[in-house]
Structure formats: structure tokens, C-alpha cells
């Protein structure tokens, strides 16, 4: 699960909905990469970490880390 995706989303008022629509893929899909059903790419997090205008490392890299300890 992507904590810091989810919480960065909602603190800018975007919705599942608006994300999706951006990255061009479906609500379905983009709710899915944030609880972790589905493998987030590498040119995604690019992707997703330019709209928030930050690098990927601050969005992903903490829960990166706490998945792989599992």
C-alpha cells in the first residue's frame, strides 16, 4: 500500500477519479496501484511524482522500504 501516495492526493483535493485521468489509465486501475494490488512502474512514479512536483523517492521510497521488510 502506498500511504504517502494516498495521503498527497487527498492533502492537494485530488480525486482517484482525476489521477486515473491524468496517467490515462482507469479509476480501477490507479485505486489499485495505491493499496498495492497492483505493481507500480517505474515510469509511472515519474509520472505520478511530476504531478505533485516532487521525486518519486518522497512519495515511495518509505513504503518501499516497509514492503520489502515483509
Do not use: W
Given at each position: 500500500?502506498?500511504?504517502?501516495?494516498?495521503?498527497?492526493?487527498?492533502?492537494h483535493?485530488?480525486?482517484?477519479?482525476?489521477?486515473?485521468?491524468?496517467?490515462?489509465?482507469?479509476?480501477?486501475?490507479?485505486?489499485?496501484?495505491?493499496?498495492?494490488?497492483?505493481?507500480?512502474?517505474y515510469?509511472?512514479?515519474?509520472?505520478?511524482?511530476?504531478?505533485?512536483?516532487?521525486?518519486?523517492d518522497?512519495?515511495?521510497?518509505?513504503?518501499?522500504?516497509?514492503?520489502?521488510?515483509?
Amino acid at each position: 500500500m502506498y500511504v504517502k501516495l494516498r495521503q498527497m492526493r487527498k492533502e492537494h483535493g485530488y480525486t482517484c477519479g482525476y489521477m486515473a485521468n491524468i496517467l490515462n489509465i482507469t479509476k480501477a486501475y490507479y485505486s489499485q496501484l495505491e493499496t498495492g494490488a497492483r505493481n507500480l512502474s517505474y515510469h509511472r512514479a515519474i509520472k505520478i511524482a511530476q504531478i505533485f512536483n516532487v521525486k518519486p523517492d518522497e512519495i515511495f521510497y518509505e513504503d518501499h522500504l516497509k514492503n520489502r521488510l515483509k
